[in-house]
C-alpha cells in the first residue's frame, strides 16, 4: 500500500495505540496506586513522570513560541490536568464504565457541534449507539454517588477543551506541544496530590510504579492522540477517540477473562465502523476544513 493510500489510517491506528495504551496503564495505577495514594497521588506521579520524560526526550526549551501559542498551550495543558484529576477521582466512586460512559459527553459534543457534514453526524450517531449499548445497564443509576457524577462531568467538559485547545496547537511540533502541556497539567495536579498523599509520595514504591504508568498511560497515548490531531478535524477525533470503551472491553477479556454478552460485542462493532469511517472519510473532504483546526 502507497503512503497516501496508508496515510488515511494513520490517525485510527494512532488513536487505537493511544487507548490501548491508555487502558493498560489506567488499570495498572487504580490497582497499585490507589490503595498507596489514592486518586489525587496517583494523577500527580502519573502526570508529573509523564511531563518529566517528554521534556527530556524533546527538550522544548529549544523552540521559540508565540504569546498567542503559549496560551494556548496553557489552556490545552490546565484541561489535560483537570481531565486526569477529575476521571481519578471520580472512579473512586463510580463504577468503571459508568464513569467512562459520562466522560464521553465531552468528546462526542464536540463531534456534534463542529459538525460540517450530514455524514459527520452518521458517525457520531454510530458511536454513540454503540457506547449506549456498553453502558452498564443493569446498575441502578439512582445509587450513584453525585460527587462521583460531579466530578465525571467535569472530566467531560476538559475533555472537550482539551480536543479544542489541542487543534489550536495542532501546527507545532507535537512533541513541543505535548511536552510544555503535559508540564503545565502537572502544575495543576501535583499541590492537590502532595497536599492529599504527603510524603507517601515519595516513596520508592509508589515513585518506581509512577514511572511505568507515567510511560504507558500519559506520556506515550498523549503522543499519538498529537499525532492524530494533526490529521483529524475535532468532529472526527471525538468520534474515533471512542474506541476507547471498545479496547478496554477486549482488554479485560484476554488479560481479566471478563466476558461480554452479545449486546457487548455488537457495541464493539459498532465503535469499530465509526472509527474506521472517521479515518476514511476525512480524505474526501474540502482541504480547507482539514487543515484550519482553530477556526474549529
Request: hydrophobic share 60%; charged share 10%; with cysteine.
Amino acid at each position: 500500500m502507497s503512503s497516501s493510500r496508508a496515510a488515511p489510517f494513520i490517525p485510527l491506528l494512532a488513536i487505537f495505540g493511544s487507548v490501548t495504551f491508555l487502558g493498560l496503564g489506567t488499570s495498572w495505577a487504580k490497582h497499585t496506586l490507589f490503595p498507596l495514594v489514592g486518586a489525587q497521588g496517583t494523577t500527580a506521579v502519573r502526570v508529573g513522570f509523564s511531563a518529566l520524560l517528554l521534556l527530556l526526550l524533546w527538550r522544548p526549551w529549544r523552540w521559540r513560541l508565540a504569546r498567542a501559542d503559549l496560551r494556548a498551550i496553557a489552556c490545552y495543558g490546565a484541561a489535560l490536568g483537570g481531565m486526569n484529576l477529575m476521571f481519578y477521582l471520580s472512579l473512586q466512586t463510580l463504577p468503571f464504565g459508568v464513569a467512562v460512559a459520562i466522560e464521553f459527553a465531552g468528546p462526542l459534543a464536540v463531534a456534534v457541534l463542529s459538525s460540517r457534514r450530514a455524514l459527520d453526524f452518521a458517525w457520531v450517531l454510530l458511536a454513540a449507539a454503540g457506547l449506549a449499548l456498553l453502558l452498564p445497564l443493569g446498575h441502578d443509576v439512582s445509587t450513584l454517588d453525585p460527587v462521583g457524577v460531579l466530578y465525571s462531568l467535569v472530566a467531560a467538559v476538559c475533555w472537550a477543551v482539551y480536543i479544542l485547545f489541542g487543534q489550536r496547537v495542532g501546527h507545532l511540533h507535537a512533541g513541543l506541544s505535548v511536552s510544555l502541556g503535559l508540564t503545565v497539567a502537572a502544575l495543576v495536579v501535583l499541590p492537590v496530590g502532595l497536599a492529599h498523599a504527603g510524603a507517601a509520595l515519595w516513596s520508592w514504591p509508589v515513585l518506581a510504579v509512577g514511572l511505568g504508568v507515567a510511560a504507558i498511560s500519559s506520556a506515550v497515548p498523549i503522543s499519538l492522540e498529537m499525532v492524530a490531531l494533526k490529521r483529524l478535524p475535532p468532529q472526527a477525533f471525538g468520534t474515533m477517540i471512542s474506541m476507547e470503551p471498545a479496547v478496554a472491553a477486549v482488554l479485560a477479556l484476554g488479560l481479566l477473562d471478563e466476558r461480554l454478552s452479545v449486546a457487548q460485542w455488537a457495541a464493539i462493532g459498532l465503535i469499530v465502523m465509526a472509527s474506521v469511517g472517521c479515518a476514511v472519510a476525512p480524505r474526501q473532504a474540502p482541504r480547507a476544513m482539514l487543515e484550519s483546526g482553530p477556526a474549529h
